[in-house]
């Protein structure tokens, strides 16, 4: 119920009125000068705060910036800044952006669950850049909150140099496989260039050189590059350094890429159920593959509300069940699940379950 506004003859406004209108001008002119208070302190002490809200997205990265060093004109070079959600929310990235034409930024993925992995992508474009070049690719997260995060890329792409062809690729090898390629290294402008040595940080790959085909102003090599029965299983992605006896640039880089296929792997490999409400069923098919025939002896979860419906066969290929039945409770789900066989010593794959429960 509203009270009733009594009426008064006069056009002056009563005394409590006046007394209100004189604080609400007190007040206002307070609040101008907090108002530009406000802005000052935003001007002296807004750089601090913004870098700690810049500070949980830079969290994700291990790494924030990488040197190609030298590289040869044509060769391709990327590196993969990699990324991890550590954190219960979704992470979106909106935008990457790039300070020089001289690196191309793309990603991987754009959102990432909960402890699922990404990678932003810098290409370094030596067909069309030469000389000392460096650029900061920008990040840009919408999700859960905004931020911006700044990676460096820097090398010296020369032009006497090149690779043929512009780096190593295996392509995709089965575990235990060894495999060749080899590549023709072209220096212009010196017949006096040579190689000394190739050096790898990788002990699984190995590389040798046949003597030098010397012309009128290039110096030619032919390098073989193995890759080792002993190549860890996934994603290959090394650097290998010519040390040379050039004082000015004495190493050039090229890199070496593939992949060995796991002996046993979980596809998807992150599973969604997605946000329902905490009485729902969920029921998700997984498959599991093997090198050779295998038998699923568990299911670990540490979350009761999963279930899992393994085959007992002995076979390469199995599809899982995964039931979830929720119990009331409500909140976020981030769940590993490992998946243990009777491949050699008991070999696992594991995969990543997450969802919100309201």
Request: aromatic fraction near 8%; proline fraction near 4%.
């Amino acid at each position: 119920m509203r009270a009733a506004v009594s009426q008064r003859s006069d056009s002056r406004p009563p005394a409590n009125l006046e007394n209100r209108l004189r604080a609400g001008n007190i007040a206002r002119h307070v609040g101008r000068v907090f108002f530009f208070g406000v802005l000052m302190f935003g001007a002296c002490g807004g750089n601090a705060e913004q870098a700690r809200a810049q500070s949980w997205a830079e969290k994700m990265f291990t790494v924030r910036d990488h040197d190609f060093r030298t590289v040869g004109r044509g060769t391709k070079a990327e590196y993969h800044f990699e990324l991890k959600n550590i954190y219960q929310e979704d992470v979106h990235i909106a935008a990457v952006r790039t300070s020089c034409g001289c690196t191309t930024p793309s990603l991987t993925r754009d959102t990432l669950a909960t402890h699922e992995t990404g990678a932003v992508v810098a290409t370094f474009n030596t067909n069309s850049f030469i000389g000392q070049k460096s650029a900061t690719v920008t990040v840009v997260f919408d999700r859960p909150y905004y931020a911006e995060v700044q990676l460096k890329v820097a090398g010296y792409i020369r032009t006497d140099i090149t690779f043929d062809p512009p780096e190593v690729d295996f392509g995709e090898l089965m575990p235990g496989e060894s495999a060749t390629q080899t590549v023709t290294i072209t220096k212009t402008g010196s017949p006096n260039w040579r190689i000394n040595d190739v050096r790898s940080h990788c002990s699984d790959l190995g590389a040798s050189l046949a003597s030098p085909e010397i012309g009128a102003g290039f110096v030619r090599y032919r390098m073989t590059v193995r890759a080792k029965e002993s190549l860890a299983e996934g994603d290959l992605r090394e650097q290998l350094t010519l040390i040379s006896n050039d004082r000015s640039f004495p190493t050039t880089e090229m890199s070496v890429v593939g992949r060995v296929r796991p002996t046993l792997s979980v596809s998807p490999a992150a599973v969604s159920i997605g946000t329902i409400s905490s009485d729902s069923a969920v029921e998700k098919k997984l498959v599991v593959r093997g090198q050779d025939p295998f038998r699923i002896k568990e299911v670990v979860c540490e979350d009761e509300r999963f279930e899992f419906a393994p085959s007992d066969s002995k076979k390469k290929i199995h599809f899982l069940t995964l039931k979830f039945q929720g119990d009331g409770e409500t909140g976020r789900v981030a769940q590993r699940v490992t998946i243990k066989t009777d491949l050699g010593s008991g070999k696992t794959t594991s995969f990543l379950v997450t969802g919100t429960i309201q």
